[in-house]
């Protein structure tokens, strides 16, 4: 997926609150704010850091000490990326998400042996395309 946005959260300085992500999120804050939901009733824990590699803030959210998805900030949204090995790339195609969706995923290079599956968070309506891939994530070992 190309990306004309910048990535936002690169101070190390200024951690990624409430108050900073509405001011970068903006009008996608709400859908934002029912994404950790999701991930709350998926007893998901989230923790933001600062990686040096990246110069940025990134949000790694896991399940049994296991990442599960990579959220990172950019302006007017949230990015949510959830790798796959290769041996799923196939299972992926036959969920309940959206042509377009698959098109977009099916275009994303691989990250070594990995297909990332990123989801743009502008709004709510991607939530469910989103959670039918983080779901089967979690069941994928």
């Avoid at 704010?33 to 824990?45: A, I, T």
């Avoid at 099916?106 to 989103?130: A, D, H, M, R």
């Avoid at 891939?133 to 994928?140: C, D, E, I, R, S």
Wanted: aromatic share 14%.
């Amino acid at each position: 997926m190309e990306t004309i946005n910048k990535k936002e959260l690169k101070d190390p300085t200024i951690y990624p609150n409430e108050e900073v992500l509405k001011k970068i999120l903006g009008k996608s804050y709400q859908a934002f704010c029912q994404l950790v939901k999701l991930y709350d009733n998926n007893e998901m824990p989230y923790e933001w850091r600062y990686y040096n590699d990246g110069k940025a803030w990134l949000c790694k959210v896991q399940k049994n000490n296991r990442t599960i998805v990579w959220m990172s900030a950019w302006k007017g949204y949230m990015q949510a990326t959830i790798y796959f090995p290769e041996k799923y790339i196939n299972e992926i195609y036959m969920l309940r998400i959206s042509e377009n969706t698959k098109e977009i995923i099916s275009k994303t290079k691989n990250v070594g042996k990995s297909k990332p599956c990123i989801f743009e968070i502008k709004n709510q309506k991607i939530l469910k395309e989103f959670n039918e891939v983080m779901q089967f994530k979690l069941l994928a070992k």
